[in-house]
């Protein structure tokens, strides 16, 4: 098994949200930095490395909400497929909303894959479970 930290940054509103989130990845027998921010204009300084993150470790994964206040998550997904340094990073997208045209778009501007968020906690548990498991353990990601 690879001991490297993977570092993940996890951009959501909902504290409850992110306070699972961190839970599960707790738990991990990966060493995971889950780092969190709650806006999509902290989401871009934050990997644009800018003010307060200017020493913040570039992610190997992004898990991405779309309802975000300031910035939302299409704008933040446009301008990191849009970014030679960071496009690269694999972004899931991991939102309330199952709506058809925000899955289009979403794949339109290169998410790499988009999650429904589960209503349900166990069942929201297992998706960040498998989440962990298969961008960490199964797919090949870039350095």
């Known amino acids: 098994m690879n001991t490297l930290t993977k570092n993940i940054l996890l951009v959501d509103d909902n504290k409850g ?9 707790l738990e991990s027998k990966l060493r995971i930095q889950l780092s969190t921010v709650t806006d999509g204009m902290e989401a871009l300084d934050f990997l ?4 307060i993150y200017v020493n913040a470790a570039l992610p ?5 909400d779309l ?3 300031k910035k939302d998550g299409r704008e933040v997904l446009a301008e990191i497929k849009n970014n030679s340094a960071i496009k690269r990073i694999p972004v899931i997208i991991l939102t309330a909303s199952e709506n058809d045209e925000d899955i289009m ?3 339109e ?3 790499n894959c988009y999650i429904t968020k589960p209503l349900n906690l166990e069942k929201f548990t297992r998706v960040l479970k ?3 498991e ?3 353990s199964i797919v090949q990601l870039p350095r």
């Not at 949200?17 to 990845?25: A, F, G, Q, T």
């Not at 644009?48 to 003010?51: I, L, S, Y």
């Open 105 to 107: 778009k979403a794949y």
């Open 130 to 132: 498998l989440i962990e």
């Open 109 to 111: 501007l290169h998410a």
């Open 134 to 136: 298969f961008w960490f």
């Open 17 to 25: 949200d992110i306070r699972l989130v961190n839970e599960v990845m």
């Open 60 to 64: 190997n994964l992004i898990i991405l």
């Open 67 to 69: 309802n975000l206040p």
């Open 48 to 51: 644009f490395q800018k003010g």
